[in-house]
């Protein structure tokens, strides 16, 4: 297990560098995971990058660094601690460094970095892919998957920038393999690993989201939310989506619901602070009961907070946003995979109970890469439920004028039409109604319709996944998380298990409506409970308390606005 | 030509006896019935306030959203059906204090959307506030020294946002509004049409009376060309004894944003094929990941 990072300033192409060294890296046939961190800044200002590559699945970051592409002076001080003993340090050689700082068991690697990315390439901007190139070949791995990934990158700027970029990498290839061959103990061997994908959170969902048949996105750019929005856009035109960035929060989602109002699948995209500004119609989307998802990429709040670091601080807020009570739905996907089968679950769960539904994504799982098989994506899961949507036959089938979109059922669903359809003209009122949808104060009615909508919840809870187990039945250490902290945590329960410390975690994904009755059947199983939280106050460990009684008191929890590491986790038991 | 009682429910509206709201209802429904629409070809969408009522009183497709919100909630039906004829009606509240912004998006986009205002410039629901379309001085419950802010002209604004279509009419002529409706509908492009529209509860000095002896039509001055910009600046900006209404400004030139849009050259979205992709368009979709 190796990880690189490399660090410079914002606009040095640390992120897409090390995103393509990635890709690279999986097609040798290694598992990847990248953790990007970055300053809300375009230029300057101290952004890294850490690919950590193995031949055993990975599922998060790891603190330690093994060898560290310093491609600005203050990389060192910065990350030197993090730098593993045999590790080693690539920066240029014009930098002012005492190698005899850095410590004896760290290989300093002085390189001529932007002399060759200068005289080979032409261009200092060529400086990362000259210092990747240096660490495949510190590292004895194959150059070829690396150039397979510059041609396919630059190739739209032309040919003679990949032939500069493919020169430029043979060059630093072959002068860390001629200087530092054998330097380093860390060493992989390429294999054969078919099926692979590289993909973050983001992706994921928004593939997903548009497999599951999502056709209207509307969206005001926040991070780390965006990036949903983007992708869609990008793929609108071919894959017959509409698109479209709007004037604020407030404009997306009251987009969204009425074109789920008008019949197609729609959703927004955006972080906590745009989730402030759309409060308001989610509240509309309660009453009127129309299907729409929300996709919640946290960042530290409050306020604008920390706009490119991590947290998972808005599980109560979006628990409880809005006045009044409604039924919603909230899922937070942990893992790609989980990421790509919620972008088509939550159309189908929106539908399926007329609400709207909530995924709560955050900047760990919304911007690290991780390699995943097609397969694991389960595909063939993927299905299309529209719930009670009326079809053409149903409709034409209805009396004259008579339609009650808002009919008292058992299930506390009605038949659902959609504008366009003579039998199936009604109104949609934000102000409480009676069936046909028509305004009404009405003491019974307003009753009845509280009763008839909060009912699904009841409904919707049969299909809330429980909270899965991952480790040994029998445990000393019961860790337990929700959404991102996923990787970490599974992470730290195989290092505890490996190092005679019997540990298991119980993961929440499904978070409301809560499945309060097995969530209390696993824990009440436990020896000694501990949450793992990115956040303050322990947020899901107090809406278990609410939902079950059962209190966990010891909180392993972060709020620096960076991830959750195994080995934060591990310290912290 | 259609039948107005086709759009008839048998629900009274909440409006006050005399209120400009009844006069632009019947001429919505004229409007609709003149054009041979039927009740499930149109989509009525509004916000929060006296007028906004409007869509629980007509037999359509009708969506009461929230306050200042109507344009977003409309732009989402009209992306998903664009077939469907969409109204929105509105207060003065709701379109131009809430809503400002909303507006000036909506024009420069040039959805196809028809915006008529029930402009009464007073808060009725909330009970006689001052509006944003309020003169300069007026005194309210929230401005007992008489309002210090300058009032909006929506003709204007909408101008400078690039509306392809700015109108006005008054509630109490109905025939007019009803032609304006007409005119509107058929416009590809977003439509606003502010509507003096007299609140006889809370704001009797700009009642009927007022209104009647100074509006006089655009259409009927042989020099008026409504398809220049620069008229349609200055007329906008008139307003003492004589009050124009009529189209100021017209343009077909600029298409609409929904025949901009690449996703919608296939029909409505509401038509298409949903998550139905081919076995190639799943594994290019994949191939971008390896």
Known sequence: ?573 | MGDVRDFYVPIRPTWCTGCGNFGIWNALKQALAQLDLKPHQVAVISGIGCGSKLPDYTYVNGFMGLHGRTLPLATGVKMANHELVVICTHGDGDAYAEGLGHMMHAARRNIGIVDIVQDNRVYGLTKGQFSPTSERGRISKTSPWGSIELPVNPLLVALAAGATFVARSWSGDVDHLTWLITEAIKHRGYALIDVLQPCVTFNRAQAYDFYRPRVYKLEEDPHYDPTNLNLAFQKAQEWDDRIPIGIFYRTEERPAYEEMMPALAFGPLVKQPLGQFSEEQIQKLMAEFV
């Open chain 1, 1 to 573: 297990m190796i990880s690189v990072r490399a660090a410079g300033e914002a606009g040095q192409g640390v992120e897409s560098s090390s995103a393509g060294f990635a890709k690279a890296m999986m097609r040798s046939g290694f598992h990847v995971f990248v953790l990007l961190d970055y300053h809300s800044r375009i230029r300057g200002g101290h952004n890294f990058a850490t690919v950590r590559i193995s031949t055993e699945p990975l599922w998060s970051h790891s603190e330690p660094v093994h060898i560290l592409l310093a491609l600005d002076e203050e990389a060192i001080p910065r990350h030197l601690s993090q730098i593993v003993p045999g590790g080693a340090i690539i920066y240029d050689e014009n930098h002012q460094v005492n190698p005899e700082t850095l410590g004896g068991d760290i290989l300093a690697v002085p390189a001529p970095i932007i002399r060759i990315a200068r005289e080979v390439g032409g261009k200092e901007l060529m400086a990362n892919t000259v210092a990747f190139a240096i660490a495949a070949g510190l590292m004895e791995l194959p150059l070829e998957p690396i150039e397979g990934i510059i041609q396919e990158n630059f190739r739209k700027k032309g040919s003679a920038v990949v032939a500069s970029n493919l020169r430029v990498s043979r060059v630093a290839y072959e002068w860390a393999r001629e200087n530092y061959a054998r330097r380093i103990p860390f060493h992989l061997t390429p294999r054969a690993m078919p099926g692979r994908m590289l993909m973050n959170g983001n992706e994921a969902f928004a593939l997903g989201a548009l497999l599951g048949g999502c056709k209207f996105v509307a969206g005001y750019p926040m991070t780390p939310g965006s990036p949903v929005l983007e992708w869609m856009a990008a793929h609108a035109a071919r894959y017959g989506v509409v698109a479209m960035q709007v004037e604020d929060e407030i404009a997306a989602l009251n987009m969204a619901v009425g074109a789920a109002y008008a019949g197609v699948r729609a959703m927004t995209t955006t972080s906590g602070g745009g989730f402030s500004l759309m409060v308001e119609a989610l509240g509309l989307a309660g009453m009127t009961e129309t299907p729409v998802v929300i996709y919640e990429a946290q960042r530290p709040g409050p306020s604008t907070g920390m706009a490119t670091r991590t947290e998972q601080g808005d599980l109560l807020f979006v628990l409880h946003a809005s006045q009044g009570e409604f039924p919603r739905i909230v899922l937070a996907p942990g893992t790609i995979e989980q990421a790509f089968e919620t972008g088509w679950r939550a159309f189908n769960l929106a539908e399926r109970y007329q609400c709207p539904v909530i995924v709560l994504s955050d900047h760990y799982l919304a911007t690290s890469l991780r390699d995943v098989t097609q397969e694991a994506l389960g595909l063939e899961k993927l299905e299309i439920d529209r719930g009670k949507l009326l079809s053409e036959a149903q409709l034409d089938a209805l009396p004259e004028r008579e339609y009650k979109r808002y009919a008292f059922t058992e299930d506390g669903i009605s038949p659902r039409a959609v504008p366009g359809h003579p039998k199936g003209v009604y109104t949609v009122m934000s102000d409480e109604h009676d069936e046909m949808g028509h305004i009404t104060e009405d003491p019974v009615n307003r009753r009845l319709m509280m009763e008839k909508r909060m009912r699904k919840l009841k409904l919707a809870l049969n299909e809330m996944r429980p909270p899965s187990l991952y480790g040994p039945e029998e445990a000393e250490i019961t860790f337990v998380g929700w959404g991102s902290t996923y990787g970490p945590l599974r992470e730290a329960v195989d290092r505890l298990n490996a190092g005679g410390v019997k540990a298991n975690m119980v993961h929440i994904v499904d978070v409301w409506p809560f499945p309060a009755e097995a969530v209390k059947n696993i824990l009440s199983r436990a020896r000694r409970l501990i949450a793992v939280e990115n956040n303050y106050s322990g947020q899901m460990a107090d809406l278990i308390r609410m939902m079950t009684g059962i209190e966990i008191k010891e909180r392993i929890l972060k709020y620096d606005g960076r991830p959750l590491s195994p080995e934060f986790i591990m310290k912290g038991v």
